[in-house]
């Protein structure tokens, strides 16, 4: 009731009042009246409303203004953090240099304000949301404070006065209550209501949370304040449960505990009561992993007592009794959750409502505060594994995770505080089990092995919690505070942990089990190997790669021993589940090994960096045996799916085989497994394993000396790529380095050498390709200074070049001429390659390098490449070079390879010698002398006496038995043998010998090799030799099934060594007899031979051998004197036969190929002349038409689609192949040369008012205002804006061809980038766009002969025929397809611009209004191609516009149709250009409109509209006289225009010198005396030089002088004279001589013949030309009156008509800064001028500056974006954007659109796209200038290739 009386008073007074009531020392009546106030105003029954905010605020701050409270608490600031928060999209940076965690980052403005030049930074937009560390020391290295946050600010802040909060710690606790039960009222579970109405409840929160945000935003002590309260335990009890009397709180918290239940979480006092989580701690040891899902959740761990403490000891001896099953800690302490403060509550809603981003900006916001940061962090610890549960559930996982991961990277990315909740609150533990548990839930039984018994169970790649990586949040967290070394450290000590993480781990192992179709093609190809993929990276090898990183030294080497011990025990455990012996299961494979590769990883860290003993590490031979199996099964499946054996499962097994070795992959995965079999190579039996690799790859029937076999397993198109396969894995496994004693730097050069030789490349895509350590902490991080020392040590950069052809070339990076010489290696390359093409590409590069040194032309084999030496520890390596299995397999291969056997090839021959060389580059080194023979070992398989390969190599192997099949033709000739022998027995030595040979024959089974080696080592290690596994007979498996013809033995003769069969092969090789002279060996030098083919190869592996060992050299001498030529191969074999064919069809078909190739060559040349010149305007001079003709011939076009040459002809006309556009270029000229800049801040602008479309705009509708219409529409040009031109690529065709050209087009259904039915097409020769045919006139081109004779007429007989001329009418041409095809032309132009661009009349529609568009479309073409020839004629004739020029035939088009409209001979503008004519000035009524003053019109315009009017062709004598007389007017509007600028006393100077001047001879030709006359006549009319005196002396502060005076007549006349110039040329064909700037003027009147007898050429006067045919006087005067007479009626405003400039400087796009950033800051917070709102996408024409929305639905009108429309509005369909968010310029033209690429590169010369790497970009003005210079020739279309529609949605 006192509450009552209280709220009706003003809240100001009320909250002093109370204020002053509380701060007394007997403070309860305050108390209480608060209270009841509070009761009232926040009553939550009455739901949110804004009053009881509005209270908040007066009674926190206590009778002042609340603005005002503010900023007294904000001057009690003491906080050193910037610690701003933002969300998703916000625009940060991320300073490397600077950062200690990996995860730092920074806003904009503590980036801004902090000096962090030449650091390794980028800007990025953020995924989830974070906060800036700016003052974090923590995080970041204090260096990079910025100016704000470097002063600890904290130490000399005042201390808080006590009653300035005192209000707030009052009424804040009451506040914040109110929003807790608000949110627990709210809260419904989802299985009874649809989830919307979550966010109801959040929406109406959303002010108090506002409300809330904005305290914290008051600094320090605000913030102080709010974490007392938030924290305080006493204030929660009173207020949280509700006092006995409040039934609505009762109720409320009631609510509250339900929602507990619901979520399976129990508040502690249920749990004593013994409920339902007691039953849990009793699960069964054996039960298995399903039957614990329930029992996970997260621990609580503040609050335990001392008995739960024990029980969780116990729990730990609890999991090691429970096998892969041990899926909990301890369940009574997993399902508790106790709320003890708001905080914890608050968060815990939080979680319920699924992160609202409101709430999460909240309480990030409050972080600084350090109090509150580790409190907060516990709260979240505790409530770890019910977030996971929550998120599980979510159907928005996506943005919940990533609100999650916003939270948590502030906590765990500080060391200290991860520490501290790791000690305090089991943060492992929780994470570990929480993991567990998610993955849990996911488990399917696996089938690898033994599909029946199989007992181990792996994660199911189809699921939603893998499919959609949900797992991400939780594992980025793991891998977060891994990165913690005090962290990781506790991890590697709690051994329990670490068995966890193995069973984790073995969830993985053996995933996504691919198995082999045989039979038909899979029907659905299912996609779950991104999933599993990215599994293994995420979840299994970072966390891996984290670990590694803390044990570099030797003391960690107990945890290494420990990871080991249990990778092995956990190996043994996963073997035994999947019921695996011996053999893999056929058809079967799984890339996902993680057991596999954290051993490997493990050992290899353990013997680089910590000095560990590599066999201390291993286990026994038969489990290496084991572990040797799966990564060996993955490397012979990738020969498999790459001889495309796995076809028939579809693309998806070719992904993962490429994924596998994919650069972000590699390192995890390839890179392991190849070093686990290199270590599972070095310490087993060489020929054990040697016999394992050719049997996984299932090539063992290959390896026979016989010429024909049967392979039970492949087909025989597959057996040489598999072949292939198992050499080059041979050859990979025994030279690969990274392992076994390469350091660092070396790895890091290697991989950049062998990405550069594939390929040149950007900086960012090498970064990109090089795999680093994928933990971020590791060191090697990309850009760190040894990456940028390497990169400049193997490559150049290749500056960005635009090519003509349009595509844009990035800055690249290529390799040194050294790199190719000595460090490309082949072998890297075909381990890093993901496509094949690639190792081809880099064979193709090394060749044409070889080439352009010099130092071999052919086809080089891949270079041999020296290795650095291997690491003690891997000695053993080198055994599998040197066992006899090997040797036998070399000297089969160069057998078969000798004899031409079928699926040898020149790879195999390569591979082969590879690992001869590496044999004899890699001694074992206890080898003794190796000269006296060995004792051969007693074995009937002998083949070689010893292991060492030296000795071998010279060791002749004379019989071999084989098995054949009966129909080979060894079987063959062995009969004829046996024919002979039936003749009279020969010596009995003979037969003996023979005899002897089968005894000594050697034997090759590879299989039974394998399995008496297994056996012998099972027994070796003598396992209970019983129950080793019996190998299953090898017969049964390697017999092919009945069918084929029996297999016989036979015996062959081979009497051969290794060297001698290289021997051959060289002499084979070369096709020379003798190829190796015994003089060679003497003079050899194996440092010549590093580059070759395979020639080279062999010589130099035959010196090695030679030079390190005497006997083999004598054996070589041998050999070589003894050559003799190789046993012809049999001439019945087909294949033989066969290949010869092949390769004569191939020398022909090659001759074939060059031949159409030359011929193609030399049309695609003349081709190339005609047509291609774009780019380039130096090409030769102009093509005269006509000029190869007799001068009155025809001219012959040719149809490039049907291919006849032949005239147009009125019925069968021919046409141009023509582009017509719109265009507003030459309207955005303006006057001044320097280009308008990019506003890049508030105070710049740009004003459109000064361009050419503007002026002339204003200058039409100000005619149009005084004068009569339609003598306004023949006194000025429209089309500046919106004009149509047109561009040819000078193709011609017949005009009813291109009609079923077109038709043919419409049918074709495939996708054109063009729309057939707006009529566009592509030329059917140069395939140049277009979308219109122009008719060519028929007869002749040029006009010649006749109408070229210089005439000798007087000037006044040219007037009269001119006139003459002009009167006759236009006869309508005959009806005929020439004259359709010119209207449809016609109706084409008409239909390229818009309808406001045509219509400038009074009434439209009218011929006037016509009349003016088509004589505007001649004069736009004229004046782009002045434009496009730099803005004068200077360069003359040599110009690609001029060549392919179609204004020829587009003047008579126009021609035709506008004679139609004849000019009435009563306003017939010649006559008052020619004659007097006073007597008709009488005749205006007063209602009618005056003519348009002759000294208003635009002289151009007047030429044109005379040209076009008069009968065509028009003679060059007439054409001359038209120009002369419109010369003079131009002359006089030039005079007019001056005196304009003059002052007064000046002009009166002026005056007076013309006076004096004027009855001098040939006054009429000096200027002086004809400036005087119209300043004298021009005075009469009052306003002309009043109105602008003030301006006038603004203008000229500089005196005139008579130079002055000539040059800007002849400056005002250029325009003119060029347009004629021009015309003149087109029409008739007179060439443009070139000339200097200086002497434009008198060159261009010479042309025009105006200059008459007086030329000199230097100073030429201006007024020498003039040649009038009527006193000069007389009808300047005339003209003159015209503008007197206006001076007295309304139109005499229009006087200011007068002043004009015809100059325009060339059209320029907008200068942009030189720094990208500029642009980026000012434009991407921007609001849009239109709607108001900041756009998602915000683009800036970079014609005319406007700022625009890309694809915003705010600014569509009728359904048309707002880019496309200012494409219509601004470049009349031609927009060019840059994208502010993209840094890409995008072109839209028409309805098409397309990338144009980017202005803006980075430091290596590249574009960043979408700003995804956020690095510093630069302006390349190469660049801008070739899309200005695509902008003003018009070549967009047919430069960029990729155009696509936009249907107005742009």
């Known amino acids: ?264 979480l129990v508040s502690v006092e249920e749990k004593g009561a013994g409920g339902a989580g007691a039953g849990a701690t009793d699960t069964p040891a054996g039960a298995g992993a399903l039957s614990l899902l329930g029992a996970t959740a997260a621990a609580s761990l503040e609050d335990s007592s001392k008995e739960e403490d024990q029980d969780g000891l116990q729990g730990v001896g609890q999991r090691k009794r429970v096998k892969l099953s041990s899926s909990t800690k301890d369940p009574s302490i997993m399902d508790t959750l106790k709320h003890k403060c708001f905080l914890e509550e608050l968060l815990f809603w939080t979680i319920k409502y699924e992160f609202p981003q409101k709430m999460v900006t909240f309480l990030l916001n409050m972080l600084p505060d350090q109090d509150y940061k580790i409190t907060f962090t516990k709260t979240f610890v505790q409530h770890y594994a019910f977030i996971m549960k929550t998120l599980m559930k979510s159907h928005e996982s996506d943005t919940m995770s990533n609100r999650i991961v916003h939270i948590s990277v502030q906590l765990f990315s500080n060391e200290e505080l991860a520490r501290h909740v790791t000690e305090e609150c089991q943060l492992l533990d929780i994470m570990v089990t929480v993991l567990l548990y998610m993955m849990e839930s996911c488990l399917i039984k696996s089938e690898l092995q033994d599909e029946e018994n199989n007992r181990h169970v792996v994660v199911n790649c189809g699921e939603a919690l893998l499919k959609n990586n949900t797992y991400w949040p939780l594992v980025s967290d793991f891998i977060n505070i891994l990165s913690h070394q005090s962290v990781a450290k506790r991890f590697l000590e709690d051994h329990s942990l670490l068995l966890l993480w193995m069973s984790f781990v073995s969830f993985f192992q053996g995933m996504n089990l691919n198995k082999r179709e045989l039979n038909e093609h899979v029907e659905f190809e299912s996609q779950t190997y991104y999933a599993a993929f990215a599994a293994e990276l995420e979840a299994c090898a970072q966390p891996m790669w984290g670990l590694l990183t803390h044990c570099k030294v030797k003391e960690t080497q107990e945890y290494t021993k420990t990871v080991v011990r249990y990778c092995l025990e956990t190996l043994q455990m996963w073997f035994d589940a999947i019921g695996f012996v011996d053999e893999p299961a056929l058809n079967q494979l799984t890339f996902h090994l993680p057991l596999h590769r954290y051993y490997a990883m493990f050992l290899s860290k353990g013997v680089k960096c910590q000095g560990l003993d590599l066999d201390s590490l291993l286990p026994d031979q038969e489990m290496l045996m084991k572990i040797m199996v799966h990564p060996l099964q993955i490397q012979a499946s990738l020969s498999e799916i790459h001889s495309n054996m796995w076809v028939r499962n579809g693309l998806q097994i070719k992904g993962q085989a490429m994924t596998y070795v994919q650069s972000h992959f590699c390192n995890s995965m390839i890179d392991p497994d190849i070093y686990l079999l290199q270590v599972c190579a070095s310490r087993l039996d060489p020929d054990y394993f040697i016999s394992s690799v050719f049997e996984r790859f299932k090539v ?257 192997i004379n019989f071999v038995r084989v098995r054949v099949p009966e129909t080979a033709p060894e079987v063959e000739r062995k009969r004829e043998r046996e024919r002979e022998r039936e003749t009279p027995p020969s010596t009995s030595s003979e037969s003996t010998t023979f005899g002897q040979n089968l005894r000594e024959a050697q034997v090759f089974s590879l299989v039974a090799e394998r399995r008496r080696k297994f056996q012998e080592i099972i027994n070796r290690s003598n396992h209970e030799a019983s129950q080793a596994v019996r190998p299953k007979s090898s017969s049964s498996r390697w017999l092919p099934p009945g069918s084929p013809p029996q297999l016989v033995t036979e015996i062959l003769e081979i009497r051969e060594s290794m060297l001698s069969l290289l021997v051959k092969l060289h002499q084979k090789l070369s096709a020379k007899q003798n190829s190796l002279s015994l003089s060679w060996l003497a003079e050899v030098d194996p440092a010549h031979h590093a580059h070759g083919d395979g020639l080279t190869a062999i010589e130099r592996i035959l010196a090695k051998a030679s030079a390190r060992s005497r006997h083999s050299k004598r054996c070589l001498q041998e050999i070589c004197g003894k050559v003799c030529p190789p046993i012809p191969p049999k001439k019945n074999s087909p294949g033989d036969k066969k290949s010869m064919d092949k390769e004569e069809r191939r020398q022909r078909a090659r001759e074939r190929q060059q031949k159409l190739l030359a011929e193609f060559a030399s049309r695609q040349k003349s081709f190339m002349e005609t047509a291609m010149d774009v780019e380039s305007p130096e090409t030769d001079a102009v093509m005269d038409m006509g000029s190869a003709e007799p001068l009155d011939s025809e001219v012959l076009y040719d149809c490039v689609i049907c291919g006849q040459s032949g005239p147009s002809t009125e019925d069968r006309p021919t046409g141009l192949v023509v582009l017509l556009q719109a265009s507003s270029v030459l309207g955005h000229r303006c006057r001044s040369d320097t280009p308008k800049r990019l506003p890049t801040t508030d105070e710049e602008h740009i004003y459109p008012e000064d361009t050419c479309g503007a002026t002339n705009d204003v200058r039409l509708s100000l005619m149009q205002r005084y004068f009569k219409d339609s003598s306004c529409l023949q006194s000025v040009s429209v089309g500046w804006d919106g004009g149509v031109y047109v561009q040819t690529c000078g193709h011609t065709l017949h005009i009813d061809c291109h009609k079923s050209y077109m038709e043919s087009l419409r049918n074709d259904q495939v996708l054109q980038g063009f729309s057939v039915d707006k009529g566009e097409f592509t030329c059917p020769l140069c395939r140049q766009f277009a979308n219109s045919v122009l008719p060519c006139r028929p007869g002749r081109g040029i006009e010649t002969g006749a109408w070229h004779m210089p005439s000798n007429k007087s000037m006044s007989t040219l007037v009269k025929e001119v006139e003459d001329l002009q009167e006759q009418l236009g006869i309508f041409p005959a009806e005929s397809n020439l004259s359709k095809e010119m209207e449809s032309v016609i109706k084409d132009i008409k239909n390229t611009t818009q309808k406001k661009y045509m219509d400038y009349g009074k009434n439209p529609g009218s011929p006037d209004n016509d009349f003016l568009f088509m004589y505007s479309v001649a004069r736009t073409n004229l004046e782009l191609e002045l434009v496009h020839r730099g803005g004068n004629l200077c360069s003359g004739g040599a110009s690609a516009a001029a060549k392919r020029s179609c204004l020829n035939q587009l003047f008579h088009v126009l021609a035709m149709h506008m004679r139609l409209y004849s000019i009435d001979s009563a306003y017939n503008p010649w006559t008052r250009l020619t004659q007097s004519t006073h007597s008709r000035e009488t005749e205006f009524c007063d209602d009618e409109r005056p003519e348009v003053p002759m000294l208003f019109r635009d002289v151009p315009s007047l030429l044109i509209i005379f040209i076009l009017t008069m009968p065509q062709p028009l003679r060059k004598e007439h054409f001359t006289c038209v120009v002369k007389v419109l010369y003079s007017l131009q002359y006089t509007q030039a005079l007019a225009a001056l005196s304009i600028r003059f002052s007064c006393e000046e002009r009166l100077a002026w005056s007076n010198t013309g006076a004096a001047k004027k009855n001098m001879p040939n006054s009429d030709k000096s200027w002086e005396s004809l400036l005087g006359h119209v300043i004298s006549e021009l005075t009469k009319a009052k306003d002309v030089y009043d109105t602008n005196s003030e301006e006038a002396l603004m203008l000229s502060s500089s005196v005139w002088s008579p130079q002055s005076i000539e040059f800007t007549l002849q400056q005002f006349c250029l325009p003119f004279l060029r347009l004629s110039c021009l015309l003149q040329h087109h029409l008739y064909g007179d060439s443009l001589p070139g000339c200097q700037v200086e002497e434009e003027f008198s060159l261009l009147t010479g042309c025009l013949n105006l200059a008459g007898s007086v030329q000199s050429s230097g100073s030429m006067s201006s007024a020498a030309c003039l040649e009038w045919n009527f006193n000069a006087f007389d009808l300047i005067n005339q003209w003159c009156s015209e503008v007197i007479a206006l001076s007295g009626s309304p139109s005499q405003q229009s006087v200011s008509l007068l002043v004009q400039d015809p100059q325009w400087a060339a059209p320029r796009l907008l200068h942009l800064p030189d720094n990208y950033n500029t642009i980026f800051q000012y434009y991407h917070r921007k609001s849009c001028t239109s709607c108001g709102k900041t756009p998602k996408d915000p683009a800036l024409c970079l014609v005319c500056g406007a700022f625009v929305c890309l694809k915003g639905h705010c600014c569509k009108q009728q359904g048309v974006c707002e880019c496309v429309l200012h494409s219509q509005h601004c470049g009349a369909a031609t927009g060019i954007f840059l994208l502010v968010n993209a840094s890409v310029i995008i072109i839209i033209r028409g309805h098409r659109f397309c990338l144009w690429g980017s202005v803006y590169l980075d430091a290596h010369g590249e574009e960043d796209r979408d700003l995804r790497r956020g690095k510093p970009l630069y302006l390349c003005e190469e660049r801008y200038r070739v899309l200005e210079q695509q902008w003003v020739s018009h070549t967009f279309d047919h430069i960029n290739k990729r155009w696509g529609p936009h249907y107005n949605g742009l």
């Open 1 to 264: 009731m006192m509450a009552a009386s209280l709220l009706r008073r003003d809240k100001k007074s009320t909250a002093a009042h109370l204020k002053a009531d509380l701060k007394r020392t007997d403070n309860s009546s305050g108390l209480r009246q608060l209270q009841e106030l509070l009761d009232s105003v926040l009553n939550p029954e009455r739901g949110s409303d804004p009053e009881a905010l509005e209270w908040c605020k007066w009674l926190l701050a206590g009778g002042d203004g609340f603005d005002e409270f503010c900023r007294t608490v904000r001057s009690y600031d003491n906080a050193t953090l910037c610690g701003l928060v933002w969300t998703a999209n916000f625009v940060a940076y991320r300073c490397r240099t600077c950062g200690i965690s990996p995860c730092m980052s920074l806003c904009a403005e503590c980036f801004n304000n902090g000096d962090h030049t030449g650091h390794d930074f980028n800007m990025f937009r953020s995924q989830a949301g974070g906060a800036c560390d700016c003052g974090d020391g923590n995080v970041m290295r204090e260096s990079g404070f910025c100016s704000r946050h470097r002063l600890k600010t904290g130490e000399n802040v005042p201390s808080v006065p006590r009653d300035l909060l005192l209000m707030s710690e009052m009424v804040l606790p009451r506040f914040i209550i109110t929003i807790i039960q608000y949110l627990r009222d709210g809260y419904t579970e989802p299985e009874s209501a649809a989830d919307r109405d979550l966010q109801k409840v959040l929406q109406q929160l959303e002010p108090h949370i506002s409300f809330l945000e904005e305290l914290t935003k008051m600094g320090g002590a605000m913030r102080t304040v709010l974490t007392k309260i938030l924290t305080n335990q006493q204030t929660f009890k009173e207020l949280s449960m509700g006092q006995e009397e409040n039934v609505y709180a009762k109720r409320n918290y009631e609510k509250y505990l339900s929602a507990l239940k619901s979520s399976g």
């Open 700 to 956: 063992v029937d290959l390896l026979t000396m016989a010429s024909q076999h049967q392979n039970a397993v492949l087909d025989s198109e597959q057996e040489r790529p598999m072949l292939e396969g198992a050499l080059t894995f041979l050859v990979i496994l025994s030279s690969l380095r990274i392992h076994l004693g390469m350091s660092d730097d070396e790895i890091l050069r290697a991989e950049m050498v062998s990405q550069l030789c594939m390929n040149d490349r950007t900086h960012s895509s090498l970064l990109d390709l090089i795999p680093e350590n994928p933990n971020p902490k590791s060191g090697v991080v990309p850009g760190s200074c040894s990456f940028e020392e390497m990169l400049s040590a193997v490559a150049d950069f290749k500056a960005p070049v635009f090519e003509p052809g349009g595509s844009m070339q990035q800055g690249m990076y290529t390799p040194k001429a050294e790199v190719w010489e000595k460090e490309f290696d082949p072998i890297m390359v075909i381990l890093r390659t993901v496509y094949r093409r690639d190792v081809q590409s880099a064979m193709d590069r090394y060749a044409a390098f070889l080439k352009q040194s010099g130092v071999h032309t052919g086809n080089p084999w891949p270079p041999y490449k020296e290795r650095t030496p291997l690491h003690p520890c891997y000695r053993g390596l080198v055994r599998l070079l040197h066992c006899k299995t090997l040797h036998i397999v070399i000297f089969t291969l160069l057998y078969k390879i000798w004899m031409d056997h079928q699926n040898m090839s020149e790879h195999v021959l390569c591979m082969v010698l590879y690992l001869i060389e590496l044999g004899l580059d890699n001694q074992v080194q206890d080898d003794k002398v190796e000269e006296e023979p060995c004792i051969e070992e007693h074995c009937h398989d002998s083949w070689f006496p010893g292991t060492s390969l030296l000795s071998n190599l010279h060791h002749v």
